[in-house]
């Protein structure tokens, strides 16, 4: 077998969007509306959160943890992307591309696990009601939090150190706006089957524990929501949960096509779109969602909004 020319040259260049021709105009007035939506929106959730003591409870402290992990995740993708749209494609370094892959991922696995933690929340409190005070208290939620940005990012370490053990091939163009392992793994010279196995084991892992967690979890609300004699009753208890229900669902269906599939089904082309609505939609659908249906949430915007102008008045 003929191995590939390895080049020494030490960073990749993005190509991004530029076979869109003109079209990057638009998606870069799409993708910067919908960036700063998802930006002020988040961070108006965490402001939100802190400002009213109504919410100063674990479900809201978790909704809180992730909107910051849902900003500081597209802070490193996206401005870059956008710059991309601008420019046409752009170059990044070794080193960066290595940083960008490690904290991108971190965050997105730090996601699941929060996920997996707001199932736990919901279960505690439909499940174990009186319990509820006693078995979320301030240290053990502090405590879950702190396990989910640590597992994160040795997880996103994991799968960084796996990629840039390889050798890349003369070719050094990222056929997608971000350093992610697809198409990462595309642009790596000789066998890349060890390497391919690892990411998959890695996706796995955190992938199937989380998302069986929250599984587990919503067994036990649908069992304790059927007792419910009430149909009032119930629909008020499966309302509880209905915000953190759509998100996962829409988390962990664009990660799993992502990340769970030989590297013989990648399609870099489609695998940007995939990727635009795990970037771009997801973090932008966690406010919307919480927003729109949260009537605690919905009043606390309210107070703080008029608070606010009351008192500029």
């Known amino acids: 077998m003929v191995q590939q020319n390895v080049t020494s040259w030490s960073g990749f260049v993005f190509v991004g969007f530029s ?11 799409l993708f910067f509306s919908l960036y700063l939506i998802t ?21 809201y402290l978790f909704l809180s943890f992730l909107s910051f992990s849902e900003t ?31 904290f991108s991922a971190s965050w997105a696995c730090s996601n699941c696990f929060l996920l997996a933690v707001m199932g736990f929340d919901r279960y505690v409190a439909i499940c174990a009601p009186l319990h509820y005070a006693s078995h979320l208290n301030p240290t053990f939620c502090s405590q879950l939090v702190f396990a989910s940005f640590l597992s994160g990012y040795l997880f996103g370490l994991g799968m960084t150190l796996v990629i840039f053990r390889l050798s890349f091939c003369s070719s050094h163009k990222i056929q997608h706006f971000f350093c992610d392992t697809p198409p990462m793994l595309s642009l790596a010279c000789g066998d890349t089957a060890l390497s391919e196995l690892g990411i998959l084991i890695l ?36 309302s509880t949960c209905a915000s953190h229900f759509i998100v996962v669902i829409f988390h962990y269906g ?4 992502m990340y769970l599939r030989p590297k013989s089904s990648y399609s870099l082309e489609r695998d940007q ?12 659908l966690n406010p919307i969602v919480y927003s729109l249906r949260n009537r605690a949430v919905q009043t606390a915007l309210k107070n703080v909004f008029w608070g606010s102008l009351l008192s500029k008045g």
């Open 72 to 102: 500081c995740y597209t802070l490193g993708i996206i401005p870059k992307m956008l710059f991309g749209l601008v420019m046409g494609s752009h170059a990044i370094s070794y080193t960066g591309c290595a940083a960008q892959m490690f």
């Open 19 to 29: 076979s869109f021709g003109e079209m990057q105009r638009f998606l870069f007035a």
């Open 273 to 284: 779109l995939i990727a635009v609505t795990y970037t771009v939609v997801t973090p932008l």
């Open 254 to 257: 664009c990660a799993s096509f």
């Open 203 to 238: 996706s796995l892992v955190v992938l199937l524990i989380s998302f069986v967690f929250i599984t587990i979890s919503y067994i036990c609300i649908l069992t304790a929501i059927l007792r419910i004699p009430s149909t009032e009753g119930r629909k008020k208890a499966f």
């Open 39 to 59: 930006l002020t929106s988040n961070v108006f959730i965490i402001v939100v959160i802190r400002l009213d003591s109504h919410l100063h409870t674990p479900m």
